[in-house]
């Protein structure tokens, strides 16, 4: 397997003239900055005015929240620092998305390509085949293709440019338990991300038609050269029914993920009766579709008696929408948080670091403070490996 320190070592030189790097030593593997209020600090299920929760989850983190108020219904250590696997898409299609019209041409070359992670999955780009914008972009959403993500990312400047971007924008959207090292999500020391950040990603990418539309996306026909296309289906299994499970009744989308070292993670949004539910889970113990059964557990209590919840916490808004910076102080913060959580074994390298680009980014930081956070470092014993096997792909490709 490639070596993935050269990409974060690529990404650092090139940020550094024009990136500040800001480190923070700590003591937990939670985030102690209260974004979306004091409860969602604390480890452990919160909920309020509802009963009935899922017996039986096994996920590490998860969330659920209402997509038009912003209102957490219920969480499960909603900031705990956990690697996103290819659910970081969701922020890679918010700071990309609208930079291309879904017309455009791009002709791959070999460069576009090269720095793919050994083990990643792919959509089946080629160099010297002419896609649209819009063909790449369902690579992205449905085949979760990390090929399809790395050229947007040369016709967007390059990789470690669009780290910046996405670095940027998950600060503006106070997604401040995030740390991105690469586009697509796959494992890399230190790409850490959370339940309630992902959950903002999928907020903030709902309110967009086009996000909207591919993460709801069932099929598609891809370029196989000259006239010759294939099929590629939904990997979101709670959205196509593939492998024995039953699609959700109302489901949009918007991403799943999965690494062998990251093991499963998904958001997913549902509407019925003209109310939209937000459900992020994270690495639950039982794989295969262990992490749509949860999902879909916890949509139906939020459906169900979490109308009755009152909240204990909210999605907050972008700072450049005028959302409140959530910068507290140590001591709030840790008094918010409780007692010290102790790190699990096996989390990934938690250290803050903060990758902040654009001068309007920075500034609205600056204005709002500086951010107080605390992780501990700690080294994985395990080896980054493959994202999402062959032996997990969904939908067989039809040649035409």
Request: with cysteine; charged share 20%.
């Amino acid at each position: 397997m490639r070596d993935s320190s050269g990409l974060s070592r690529r990404a650092a030189l090139g940020l550094a003239a024009a990136v500040p790097l800001a480190a923070a030593t700590a003591s937990t593997a939670y985030a102690t900055t209260v974004v979306g209020g004091a409860r969602l600090a604390r480890p452990g299920v919160q909920t309020s005015g509802a009963s009935g929760l899922p017996k039986r989850l096994t996920a590490r983190s998860w969330l659920v929240a209402d997509h038009t108020t912003g209102e957490v219904l219920a969480s499960y250590n909603a900031h705990l620092r956990l690697p996103p696997a290819s659910t970081l898409k969701m922020l890679f299609a918010d700071a990309v998305l609208k930079k291309f019209e879904r017309t455009e041409t791009y002709k791959v070359v070999d460069a576009d390509l090269a720095d793919v992670p050994a083990g990643s999955s792919l959509v089946g780009v080629k160099p010297g085949i002419t896609y649209t914008v819009e063909q790449l972009w369902q690579g992205v959403f449905l085949r979760s293709g990390n090929d399809a993500v790395h050229v947007l990312s040369h016709m967007n400047g390059g990789v470690p440019a669009t780290v910046a971007e996405m670095q940027a924008l998950a600060r503006d959207l106070q997604a401040l338990d995030t740390h991105v090292v690469s586009p697509d999500g796959f494992d890399h020391k230190g790409q850490l991300s959370s339940a309630y950040d992902l959950t903002l990603f999928a907020r903030h990418g709902l309110a967009d038609a086009a996000f909207r539309g591919y993460c709801s996306t069932k099929t598609a026909d891809f370029p196989a050269g000259g006239k010759k296309t294939f099929q590629i289906q939904n990997t979101d299994r709670l959205l196509t029914g593939a492998w024995g499970v039953r699609p959700y009744e109302g489901l949009i989308g918007v991403k799943n993920g999965y690494t062998s070292h990251a093991g499963n993670t998904f958001t997913g949004a549902a509407t019925r009766d003209g109310r939209t539910l937000l459900v992020t889970v994270m690495h639950p113990k039982s794989g295969g579709s262990g992490v749509y059964e949860e999902t879909a557990q916890l949509l139906d209590w939020g459906f169900g008696k979490g109308a009755h919840a009152e909240p204990v916490g909210a999605l907050v808004e972008p700072l450049s929408a005028g959302g409140a910076s959530a910068a507290p102080s140590h001591k709030a913060a840790r008094a918010a948080a409780g007692a010290p959580a102790r790190a699990e074994a096996g989390d990934s390298d938690g250290a803050p670091w903060g990758l902040v680009g654009g001068a309007g980014v920075a500034a609205a930081l600056l204005a709002g403070g500086a951010l107080a956070l605390r992780n501990r470092r700690r080294r994985s014993a395990e080896e980054p490996a493959a994202e999402e096997p062959a032996a997990e792909a969904e939908g067989r490709r039809r040649r035409r």
